[in-house]
Nanobody, 125 residues
């Protein structure tokens, strides 16, 4: 079973940047579709970004497209989310996730098999 550990969250002013990282425990990670989700208080966990197994395809939530960039380094078993021009509405706990049954883009939360523990992102206005 793949274990995922996120890092990089924190407090940032609106307009600032953060880079989230997710480290996977096994090299089989390189065969999995990966994604980032977020959950704000009182809201459901929502899709943010996804990347295919080799990184050739990416997909984003409309509200973050052009500001966030998902990437992966299969040699290092990591996936990252670069977040620029952050807004207060981006504040949430961010989770990375892995889908062991797909190598393509996956946007549906229920399709993912493994989840990290989450990292808090706070954006001050």
């Amino acid at each position: 079973q793949v274990q995922l550990v996120e890092s990089g969250g924190g407090l940032v002013q609106a307009g600032g940047s953060l880079r989230l990282s997710c480290a996977a425990s096994e090299r089989t990670f390189s065969n999995y579709a990966m994604g980032w989700f977020r959950q704000a208080p009182g809201k459901e966990r929502e899709f943010v970004a996804a990347i295919s197994w080799r990184g050739g395809s990416t997909y984003y939530l409309d509200s973050v497209r052009g500001r966030f960039t998902i990437s992966r380094d299969n040699a290092k078993n990591t996936v990252s989310l670069q977040m620029n021009s952050l807004k207060p509405e981006d504040a949430a706990v961010y989770y990375c996730a892995a889908d062991k049954d797909s190598r393509l883009i996956v946007t549906i939360r229920e399709e993912y098999d493994y989840w990290g523990q989450g990292t808090q992102v706070t954006v001050s206005s």
